[in-house]
Structures are given as C-alpha cells and as structure tokens.
C-alpha cells in the first residue's frame, strides 16, 4: 500500500430546505455582507434572490453577480473581482454548479493577493487562505464545494488552465436537493454523469488510496442506482439527494486521488468547441475505458456492477463488459454518441466537419499532455495515444 494523507477541511450540510442554513452559516464565518456568484438561470428562477432574502431576514446584506458561463472565462474572473472589491462584501456565496464555484474560487484568490488567476495556475502557488467561501450546489455534478480545483478558461490560449490548492476547498457546504429538482434533463445527465466519472477515475487511478476508494466506491453506488431515476424525473427528490451526496463523494476522492485521460482530454474539447464539461466527459468515457482495460487491476467488474442494471461475477466478467455498459448509460440518459456529433450540437455557425476538428487534435493533444491527470491514468500515455483517443471519439 502506498503512504497517503486526507483531510476533510470543512462543514457539510445536507439537508432538505437546507438552503435556510445560510445565515447560520454566515454568522459563524463571521461575515457581515455576502457577494453570491451564481448564474443568469438561477437569478432567473429566483433562487439567487432567496439566499439574499434569507441573510436579510438575518440582518446580513448581499450583492450578486450573475454572469457565469458554462465555461468560465479569465474576463468573468476579472469582472467578478472587481464588482466583489466595490461590493464591500467580506464572505462569497457560490451558488450553482461548477462554473460558478470555478469562478468564486478564483474571486476568492485574486481578491485577496491580487493579480490575476493566471498568476495561480498550477499547484502550490496560492499563498493562504482566500476569501471565506460558502458553496451550494445546485447540480449533481462536479463535487466543487468539497474540492481543491479551479478551472478556469483562458480564451487568449483557448486552454482551459487549473489552479490547484487546498486552501480553495470552501470553509461550509450546504447541499439542498430541492434545488436540484428544476434542472433540464439534458443538464441532470451531463452533471449526473461528470459525478459518475469524478469516482471512476479517481478509483482506478494511480494515486489511489483506501481513503478515496472508500470516497469512490460509496459514490459509485449511490450515482450508478438513481441516475437513470434522476434523469428521468428531477422531481424525484430521494433520487435527487443521493445523486447530490454521490456527487460530494466522488469530489473528496478525486481530491485526494485526482482523475485521469477523460478529463485531461475533455478540457481542450471545450476550451477549442465550447461543449458541455460533462457532455466532453461522457462522450470520451468509452474510449478511454477500453484504452485502460488492459491495465485493470479488478476494479472494472465493482464499477460494472454499481453502474449497470446487470450484475457480473467472478469468471464470467470481461472487462470490455464495463465499455459495453458505458455505453448503453450513454444513450439511455441522452448523451451524444460521439465527439462530432457532441460538437456539432453547440456549434454557434453551422456545422462543423469531422476534418475541421482533426485539425485541431494535435493541438488539442498537446493541452492534454499538460494536465496532471495524464500522470496518475493507469495506463500510460504519449501524445499519439491521445491523438489515437482523440481520433476514435470522434
């Protein structure tokens, strides 16, 4: 067994209606004046004006920012910092899913040391703590209340760059299912299955340990039961809750066991076309889960069996069965068949041809590589393997 250490750094609350916390929350960070980042959808539906009104109600004043994209850029870092700066606010709440807690991470840096989040990409380059922050996620999806990454887009680049520390993880959580229960189906399957491999490649990474396997294995269990429910009906809030408890602990696993060549590949595909974190995610699963069979240690036939309505025993299991399973997920929650079809769903100016997006592979390749995630893949990988994955996918 290899050494390792955790830490779990934090409050978690996981509550129905837990969402009337925040002010209890907020007198225990000490805070005085909020500054919430969410999106324009959440400000739409009004939840963004419910937490206001609860701190209100407890004398604590707010003020929002609501401009977070699906693939947050470096300018929506800067915007946001300085509407925090004139704001007066001493604590930010992170309201939504992972773009705004990317963002409210990165506030919460550039705020206090300056510069910009540029400055911070990589690791170890946070000086202390950042600004107090409290997270509510309202997708099952990316687990960033409880980890130590921000990914932020850098359009001058077209990368996607990551800023890792654990003075990043917020101080609270507060994870309410009923916030989950509006969300589009589309939304429900590309979050519920980002969570799904948040576990998975942090269970069969190379820098795994009982503790993140503990974290994974119970994440896959709970994700692999109610996705297809969740999906099915957002509404359904036991579903719901598990998949949010699910997404929790599958962010504490890759916290401490990072991820893989899913996600290392699945940056650059939305930093060169824009799609969905998730949607990228689950397109390349399947590819790069056959790439890895062949070094699979066991652990393949636990995930088949967590996510698929069959179940496999010793002798009779394959581990191209988990492939197979992958992708019958895939298709029974709605997510596209392959990496062109995935493109050509957000494309903004007609389509895009298959050529178009070989010819940014070597590109594409060559920003994978840069990611750490490529170093703990069970299996090892050259820049050609990830131009050969990149090719398949499509």
């Not at 409880?146 to 993880?169: E, G, M, P, Q």
Request: overall charge negative; proline content about 4%; some cysteine.
């Amino acid at each position: 067994m290899n050494s390792f250490t955790f830490s779990v750094p934090q409050d978690i609350y996981v509550e129905k209606g837990g969402i009337s916390k925040l002010p209890e929350v907020a007198v225990k960070l000490g805070g005085k004046k909020a500054f919430i980042i969410s999106g324009p959808h959440l400000n739409k539906m009004g939840i963004v004006g419910k937490c206001a009104d609860a701190l209100m109600a407890k004398g604590i004043e707010s003020k929002s920012f609501t401009e977070t994209e699906g693939n947050p850029s470096t300018e929506t870092v800067e915007k946001a910092t300085e509407q925090f700066k004139s704001s007066g606010a001493d604590f930010i709440i992170a309201l939504g899913g992972g773009s705004p807690m990317d963002v409210a991470k990165a506030v919460g840096i550039v705020a206090k040391y300056g510069g910009k989040i540029q400055d911070y990409e990589g690791g170890g380059k946070v000086p202390g703590d950042i600004v107090p922050l409290v997270a509510i996620p309202t997708t099952a999806g990316t687990g960033s209340e409880v980890t130590a990454f921000s990914v932020i887009t850098d359009h001058s680049r077209n990368y996607k760059l990551t800023v890792f520390s654990y003075k990043l993880i917020p101080s609270y959580a507060i994870l309410d299912a009923q916030l989950l229960t509006t969300a589009p189906a589309t939304v429900a399957a590309a979050c519920g299955v980002d969570a799904m491999i948040h576990a998975l490649e942090a269970y069969i990474s190379t820098a795994a340990s009982p503790f993140s396997d503990a974290m994974a294995e119970k994440a896959l269990e709970l994700i692999g039961a109610n996705i297809r429910r969740y999906v099915a009906n957002r509404a359904d809030i036991e579903a719901a809750e598990n998949m949010l408890v699910g997404s929790l602990f599958a962010g504490i696993a890759f916290s401490w066991a990072r991820l893989g060549n899913v996600h290392a590949m699945s940056h650059p595909v939305s930093a060169y076309f824009d799609v969905p974190h998730g949607v990228a995610n689950a397109v390349l699963l399947p590819v790069i889960t056959e790439y890895n069979a062949i070094a699979d240690n066991g652990k393949y036939m636990k995930i088949y069996n967590y996510i698929s309505k069959c179940k496999a025993y010793e002798g009779e299991f394959e581990p191209l069965m988990l492939v197979d399973a992958i992708k019958t997920l895939n298709k029974e929650i709605g997510i596209p068949e392959n990496l062109t079809t995935a493109i050509n769903n957000v494309a903004k100016n007609g389509s895009v041809s298959e050529e178009e997006i070989e010819g940014k592979i070597e590109a594409m390749a060559m920003d994978a590589m840069k990611s750490g995630n490529i170093l703990v893949n069970p299996r090892s990988s050259k820049q050609s393997d990830i131009e050969m994955l990149y090719k398949k996918a499509l």
